[in-house]
């Protein structure tokens, strides 16, 4: 019914080399870096409210992830977003731990209403955005993310991004298709900030697309058979973590094809 090849969305992506702009968690910045620097982007992590709007200029996507909130940091994340989208840069929110504190629910809020291009999280912070479940415990989803299938449609539709959730099995909705992808690995979320630096990804391969939802669910793809091949030989979350870097490095466009398990049909 769709037809999605995750091998070129990945060929895009190395042929282009996009800056990533990333206002993200204190806990997440070098594993972010560490990880687009392994897929072939360029990442910068730019926080200061002084100078956002204009390194938005300069760069090829934004990623917001509210992780580690200030009051300054939220005005930063409110005039970088306004920045990007009034350039038509892709930007993604990162609702980490939404439903946590007012605080965080505020936040949350305020970045949805200034038009995210995607939205990624675990399922209990999608539900939360979506004002359909009380946020999970802490950073911690308490969904599975088959639990939060509507929700996501729901907030997709009515924010207009594409909607990602991820867990065992990962959903991608843009409110008319959904797409669900398996991989990974169980040690995924032993390691800290992998999914915040997933965000960066999905921010890496938004640059320069031309269907959001196709490269959404291709940085998901290639994110969950780089974990599944991590998995292979990794001996513990250490390893892994080390073993996961060397496998996004090491994607090609054969092996995407021939390890990607993905599933798209119309959304519900």
Known sequence: MHSIDPAEHLARVRASTPLVHNITNLVAMNTMANVLLALGASPAMVHAREEVTEFVA???ALTVNIGTLSPPWVDAMDDAARAATAAATPWVLDPVAVGATTLRRAAGARL?????????????????????????R???STDASATATQAAV?????????????????????????????????????????????TGVVGAYLAGAEDAFAATVAALAGYAVAGERAGEIAEGPGSFAVAFLDALHALDGPTLTARTRLEITDAS
């Open 154 to 198: 729901t907030l997709a539709r009515r924010s207009g991004a594409v909607v990602a959730v991820t867990g065992e099995v990962d959903l991608v909705t843009d409110g008319r298709r959904l797409a669900r992808i398996a991989g990974g690995h169980a040690l995924m979320p032993r390691v800290t900030t992998l999914g915040c630096a997933l």
């Open 112 to 136: 949805l209403a200034l038009g995210p291009t995607a939205i990624r999280g675990n399922a209990s912070e999608i539900l939360a955005l979506a004002d359909q479940g009380g946020g999970g």
């Open 138 to 140: 802490g950073v911690d």
């Open 58 to 60: 300069l760069a090829s």
